[in-house]
């Protein structure tokens, strides 16, 4: 029997699922994370299917930063295994039920719940929202001067091709050009939120604005306008921080759909993590 077998049947759900997990058990066998409270917060929402990646991504960032504390807002699915597993590669990590999370105006949903908790919690400390599928592959000089110079970053996204999604951005622009405010679309891979910035007011004003134009505000779209409008905030250059290891890209976000150049970036952290 192949290692997949001894995994969680929801990490191996699927064919497509289980030829992955398969690949990057060996994540399992790295040194287990020790805490840091004093580094930044590197929080992730996450869910009981994303184990298994979420451990590349938090070891291989870990790895390349050096430090950091880590939280994780459960999105309803973790199970009891699942948070021994966490405890033990992640150093006992704070988990936070999305639902605990005060929300106010603000929708329901885990997208909600982890940018309210960053912009909750960074009075106090730096914060910095990882997507559980991505993997660091080398040194981050530009995200660690920001965190280091306590300056926010954001990974620049690309604009839609069209359709609504190119509308709704359009709207968006138009919003926040009437409004004074800066908007830039993003990527939810990383992002960074510095310490003793602003809380939840222009998030929430944004989502007021947006909702009497008659359009559903994105926990997405509010982040970007946040980061946009932050004081000399970095942008990660995408010829570093982008979709493609093939590219020379030092932190991936893997987009669904390419499973092998997933797989490929993940091992190559694996290999780095026990070297």
Same mark, same amino acid.
């Given at each position: @029997?192949?290692?997949?077998?001894?995994?969680?049947?929801?990490?191996?759900?699927?064919?497509?699922?289980?030829?992955?997990?398969?690949?990057?058990?060996?994540?399992?066998?790295?040194? #287990?994370?020790?805490?840091?409270?004093?580094?930044?917060?590197?929080?992730?929402?996450?869910?009981?299917?994303?184990?298994? #990646?979420?451990?590349?991504?938090?070891? $291989?960032?870990?790895?390349?930063?050096?430090?950091?504390?880590?939280?994780?807002?459960?999105?309803?699915?973790?199970?009891?295994?699942?948070?021994? *597993?966490?405890?033990?590669?992640?150093?006992?990590?704070?988990?936070?039920?999305?639902?605990?999370?005060?929300?106010?105006?603000?929708?329901?949903?885990?997208?909600?719940?982890?940018?309210?908790?960053?912009?909750?919690?960074?009075?106090?400390?730096?914060? *910095?929202?990882?997507?559980?599928?991505?993997?660091?592959?080398? !040194?981050?000089?530009?995200?660690?001067?920001? *965190?280091?110079?306590?300056?926010?970053?954001?990974?620049?996204?690309?604009?839609?091709?069209?359709?609504?999604?190119?509308?709704?951005?359009?709207?968006?622009?138009?919003?926040? +050009?009437?409004?004074?405010?800066?908007?830039?679309?993003?990527?939810?891979?990383?992002? +960074?939120? =510095?310490?003793?910035? $602003?809380?939840? =007011?222009?998030?929430?004003?944004?989502?007021?604005?947006?909702?009497?134009?008659?359009?559903?505000?994105?926990?997405? @779209?509010?982040? !970007?306008?946040?980061?946009?409008?932050?004081?000399? #905030?970095?942008?990660? #250059?995408?010829?570093?921080?982008? !979709?493609?290891?093939?590219?020379?890209?030092?932190?991936?976000?893997?987009?669904?759909?390419?499973?092998?150049?997933?797989?490929?970036?993940?091992?190559?952290? *694996?290999?780095?993590?026990?070297?």
């Amino acid at each position: @029997m192949t290692i997949s077998g001894f995994l969680p049947q929801r990490w191996r759900a699927t064919p497509a699922a289980a030829r992955h997990a398969e690949a990057i058990a060996g994540v399992l066998h790295t040194p #287990p994370l020790e805490p840091d409270s004093a580094g930044p917060a590197i929080v992730t929402l996450l869910g009981t299917a994303e184990v298994l #990646p979420y451990l590349v991504a938090i070891k $291989s960032l870990r790895h390349s930063l050096g430090r950091g504390g880590i939280a994780v807002i459960d999105d309803g699915t973790l199970t009891g295994e699942d948070r021994a *597993i966490l405890a033990h590669h992640c150093g006992d990590p704070e988990i936070v039920p999305h639902r605990a999370v005060p929300r106010g105006p603000f929708p329901p949903g885990g997208g909600w719940a982890l940018l309210l908790t960053l912009l909750d919690r960074r009075a106090g400390q730096y914060g *910095i929202a990882l997507d559980p599928r991505t993997v660091t592959l080398g !040194d981050l000089p530009e995200a660690s001067a920001a *965190i280091a110079g306590n300056r926010s970053f954001a990974l620049v996204g690309q604009a839609a091709a069209g359709g609504p999604a190119r509308r709704v951005q359009r709207r968006v622009a138009v919003l926040c +050009g009437t409004r004074g405010w800066r908007y830039r679309p993003g990527c939810g891979g990383l992002a +960074g939120f =510095a310490a003793g910035g $602003s809380g939840r =007011a222009l998030a929430a004003a944004f989502q007021a604005e947006l909702t009497t134009l008659g359009e559903n505000a994105s926990a997405d @779209m509010a982040r !970007d306008v946040v980061l946009a409008n932050e004081t000399e #905030p970095v942008l990660l #250059p995408r010829s570093r921080y982008g !979709d493609s290891a093939a590219n020379g890209a030092v932190f991936v976000h893997c987009p669904a759909g390419d499973d092998d150049a997933y797989i490929a970036a993940s091992q190559r952290a *694996i290999a780095a993590l026990v070297a």
